[in-house]
DNA sequence: TTTATTTAAGTGTATATACATCTATTTTTC
DNA sequence: GAAAAATAGATGTATATACACTTAAATAAA
């Protein structure tokens, strides 16, 4: 048991900040980094790993429909992730099987088997596990957390 | 130009949430890799990738003091990050020079050549004016998002 | 219908992440 | 002061990121 560092100024040692907005931007980047580290510490027993577990929830979503590199690429949380490397590693590890689409042969479909569904399932309990414990958040705090997140991304460049 | 994607419903493609508190971590998860994506884009112009930036501000935050890597490491924002390889790169680069600590014959320090001094004041007016474009938030709300950032991860594990 | 364009996915490379291990010091302990 | 423990940093490996490029197939344009 270890006392999580809670300030930002001692996480990263710094204290001096352009504004406000400035120690926001650093303070989602160190926030991300904190809930990525805490959640592959748990993936890491089943032996997954933050991006892999992603597309597994992914294909969940849309079980049993199969889906293409596309489509699971579009809803991935880091849009660069290279989807194909990481079906690679799923389909190794039997978690997910890949096909040629009927439909257009340059697409392949992807869909999850048995076992990806119960390694989904069982890392799923121990994610949302984690989360409850790690997180003392109320409701209204996480809602009004998501209002100025969409409201610090949401302009035209 | 384009338009943003503002919603994280529209980013990932997905409505379904188990709670508010998920969907927060999910959105500080997609506004974390935004924003890497947008300054990332803006530090190519400069042959820097964002981590060889955030080593280039620590040691700023220092000059024209050496840093040791421990020193730099704690610094970082994703802490996990390879510092000794970053720094390599930026040798490389004749961004900074290394040599061993006078003091501690395990340690090697590093500090900013003026090349890196001017590479990094480029590149922060650059970054700065891109963040000024991108996010307008009221002073207010950014420090209220901090403020709720903070409570996400205050708590003992 | 033939060519041109677009799209889907796979491939290659440099960098970064995450983690384990190794070596050379320094510090601690006896 | 010598042995043990801790520390700093380098190194190795698998995975991921970011981006450019290639190939094959589908679609649009001529």
Known sequence: MYICIVKLEQAIQSTKFKNEMHKASLNILYTAWWLKTQMSK??????????????????????????????????????SSNVPRIIDRLVIKKLVKRADSPTDKRETVTTLTQAGLAVLAASTE?????????????????EQLNVLLERLRGTEV
Not at 57 to 68: A, S
Not at 71 to 78: F, K, L, P, V
Not at 126 to 142: G, H, T
């Open 42 to 79: 748990v993936l890491k027993e089943f032996g997954l790993t933050h991006e892999q577990y992603n597309v597994l929830r992914i294909l969940k979503g849309k079980y049993p429909e199969q889906l293409c590199v596309k489509d699971i690429s579009c809803r991935m949380i880091e849009k």
């Open 126 to 142: 121990s994610v949302n596990q984690l989360m409850d414990e790690m997180v003392k958040m109320e409701n209204k705090e996480a």
